[in-house]
């Protein structure tokens, strides 16, 4: 693969830098992940009944 470095973009009349290269997760990150995300979209769902509940007693 060919790094390119840095380019300017005339548009947007800035200079573009490449994204880094994305490194392999292993099987244990992937798993802690998903875990974690589990969790956030648990935490959100029980602010947003919150949220709902609180609204409906008005």
Known sequence: MTNLGKWYDPISERWIAPREPRQETTSSQV????????E???????????????????
């Open 40 to 58: 956030r979209t648990v935490e959100v769902k029980r602010i947003w009944r919150a949220l709902v509940d609180c609204c409906a007693r008005d």
């Open 31 to 38: 798993s802690e992940n998903h875990v974690l995300e589990l």
